[in-house]
């Protein structure tokens, strides 16, 4: 196994890698389920039930830890793999030819490089749109009272209107939908291969993780991507 970029020893990036990337995996179900409070109309509450999600996920300290390990475990996880591909291809001799790669290794596995700076972008830009605006941003004018009482910043609305907006909108929901499509086939080399670096390799249950992987990195970020589409084009306008 080549060195991690970033950490010397290579069973040391086996460990983190895999607990990470599994780890990752789990969080991206969470998110998923409190996005898809995004799919309700306003009308039916949508708007106080997200907020409130929005602000026990940036206040709960168990939860910002939480957050915070994930974030830095997505960049770790990206660079290393830029920086890795980078080495590689220095330390390949010239002239030399890979004779028909797609024989032996899937192409999401060949490109983890690429994949990983389109989803270091989309981190950077999704966090600055609504996490940075949430925790740091203009949102005062935004900011009302659930029907508990409770004074929150409107991240609803905001997304809301990021993905409705007439001139925009469509362009943004395309954008995260590509993003997705990255994220899809990083899941469809990284499930199985977090479970065989942590010694999960057996040929009794190996098809089922490989299948169960498949599944994972289809639906998933399939969700995600219907998300923005659906508030574009069906969800009532605010």
């Known amino acids: 196994m080549a060195k991690s970029a970033l950490l010397k020893s290579s069973l040391a990036k086996k460990y983190w890698m895999a607990f990470t ?23 039916e509450g949508a708007r106080d039930q997200f907020n409130e999600y929005a602000l026990f996920m940036t206040t709960n300290p168990a939860v910002k830890v939480l957050s915070y390990l994930t974030y830095l475990s997505i960049i770790f996880h990206a660079i290393d793999g830029v920086l890795l591909t980078i080495h590689n291809r220095k330390a390949r001799p010239q002239g030399y030819v890979n004779f028909k790669p797609s ?13 990983g700076t389109i989803i270091l972008a989309f981190i950077v830009v999704h966090m600055t749109m609504f996490w940075g605006e949430m925790k740091f941003g203009g949102l005062d004018d935004t900011v009302y009272t659930t029907a508990n009482g409770e004074e929150v910043k409107d991240l609803y609305t905001l997304t809301i209107k990021t993905f409705q907006d007439a ?60 998300i923005p589409f659906y508030i574009h084009f069906v969800l009532e306008k605010i």
């Open 103 to 115: 024989t032996n290794s899937m192409w999401s596995s060949r490109n983890m490089g690429i994949l």
């Open 21 to 43: 990337g599994l780890f990752l995996g789990l969080f991206l179900v969470g998110h998923l389920f409190g996005n898809l409070q995004l799919l309700i109309p306003v009308s």
């Open 167 to 226: 001139q925009y909108g469509l362009l943004w929901a395309i954008a995260y939908a590509f993003a997705m499509l990255a994220i899809g086939f990083h899941l469809s080399h990284g499930f199985s291969s977090g479970f065989q670096s942590l010694g999960v390799n057996h040929p009794k249950y190996n098809g089922f993780i490989k299948k169960l992987g498949m599944a994972f990195a289809v639906l998933v970020p399939l969700a995600f991507a219907v």
